[in-house]
């Protein structure tokens, strides 16, 4: 029995993304879904582009995605995005 993750990308915008990581099983070719879901976000900020491409390791076209909507230009300033995580 291999357990697969299935990635989603939701709510991708030009100024962030919401990754939804879904864990799941087959038992007599059927899929089962194993566990909770698992939710992270991410801003276009320059350190959120680098937590992204690590917590995406595995999943290169998620990554590749993400940057063709985001572009090569971080939309969020890293002291805008760390005062926010502070309130």
Not at 17 to 37: L, P, R
Not at 57 to 84: Q, R, Y
Request: charged share 30%; hydrophobic share 35%; aromatic share 6%.
């Amino acid at each position: 029995m291999q357990i697969t993750t299935k990635i989603i990308l939701d709510m991708l915008t030009r100024d962030s993304v919401s990754v939804v990581s879904q864990k799941y099983i087959e038992i007599e070719g059927v899929e089962q879904v194993v566990g909770d879901n698992v939710r992270c976000a991410f801003s276009n900020s320059k350190h959120s582009r680098e937590k992204i491409k690590e917590y995406l390791k595995e999943h290169s076209d998620c990554v590749n995605a993400v940057f063709a909507v985001w572009t090569d230009n971080p939309t969020i300033n890293d002291e805008l995005e760390k005062a926010g995580d502070e309130s």
